[in-house]
Nanobody, 115 residues
């Protein structure tokens, strides 16, 4: 059974940094693309960043240059390093993967950026 568990969220002042983690189990982690999404209150879920099995990264325009996605296949974990945080980055952050045609989500971790 595939499980994704996010951690690392919290409250931070604008301009600060956080590193989110997404620990995966029940899948061949190294061959799967991992994607971070976020959902702010009252808004639709949006893609933040993704990383392929070949370590190719893609970013939303709103976070490019501030966020960095990475993965450690030995630990079955993906990371989202978030720098220069802004109040508009406040959201619940989710990691996602598609494994054997099925879509899996973690439970989410709250990130709150105060101005």
């Amino acid at each position: 059974q595939v499980q994704l568990v996010e951690s690392g969220g919290g409250l931070v002042q604008a301009g600060g940094s956080l590193r989110l983690s997404c620990a995966a189990s029940g899948m061949f982690f190294s061959i799967r693309t991992i994607t971070w999404y976020r959902q702010a209150s009252g808004k639709q879920r949006e893609l933040v960043a993704s990383i392929t099995s070949g370590y190719s990264a893609h970013y939303a325009d709103s976070v490019r240059g501030r966020f960095a996605i990475s993965r450690d296949n030995a630990k079955n974990t993906a990371y989202l390093q978030m720098n220069s945080l802004k109040p508009e980055d406040t959201a619940v952050y989710y990691c996602n993967t598609v494994n054997n045609g099925a879509n899996y989500w973690g439970q989410g971790t709250q990130v709150t950026v105060s101005s």
